[in-house]
């Protein structure tokens, strides 16, 4: 959905500035800026991102979640329609940029204690109500890792990176 994802942190200095042009194939689905972006396996057109797909591949087989691959966040609104192809420009899954999104209804976060007890958890997103939001269960195999916030200064949301290795552009 729109905004539900976007950029906390982005150093320069690790390169971690700027986004990349996809393909869209025709569809009456618009990406919107915020969504998680997919890269169809096979194909060189990206779709918006389906629930819980950011995990770690295995370092024998090739990254591959129902034949889509992560590529990242939508920065733009896709320019495709139902009948015409466009594109949309995406910032990459790296490990560089943090991003921010709110965290699921069944993670509780009151105190900075709780949210720091968080850091570190390797967790996925989630897609309900037509909403992305952060969850909070650790997996070694869950391609999302929860960075430091200060939750005085962003109430119900959770910072994260993604794990090197969960780009289908790897």
């Known amino acids: 959905m729109l905004g539900d994802i976007t950029i906390y942190q982005q150093p ?3 390169g971690g500035r700027g986004s990349r042009r ?7 689905v618009i990406i919107n800026p915020g969504e998680p972006v997919t890269l169809l ?8 991102g389906v629930n819980n797909l950011i995990t770690v591949p295995s370092p024998f087989v090739p990254y591959s979640v129902s034949g889509t691959g992560l590529v990242g966040i939508a920065e733009t609104t896709s320019t495709n329609t139902s009948t015409l192809a466009g594109y949309v420009d995406i910032v990459p899954a790296t490990s560089n940029t943090t991003f921010i999104a709110s965290a699921s209804s069944v993670v509780t976060i009151t105190t900075q ?3 720091d007890a968080l850091v570190g958890h ?16 650790d997996s070694a195999l869950n391609g999302l890792v929860i960075m430091p916030l ?21």
């Open 12 to 14: 320069s200095a690790q």
């Open 22 to 28: 996809f393909n869209v194939a025709p569809s009456s």
């Open 41 to 48: 396996a096979g194909s060189s057109t990206v779709i918006v």
């Open 113 to 115: 204690a709780q949210y």
């Open 122 to 137: 390797r967790v996925l997103l989630d897609l309900s109500g037509g909403k992305y939001t952060v969850l909070g269960t």
């Open 150 to 170: 200060d939750i005085f200064k962003a109430p119900g949301k959770i910072a994260f990176a993604f794990v090197d290795g969960v780009s289908a552009l790897m």
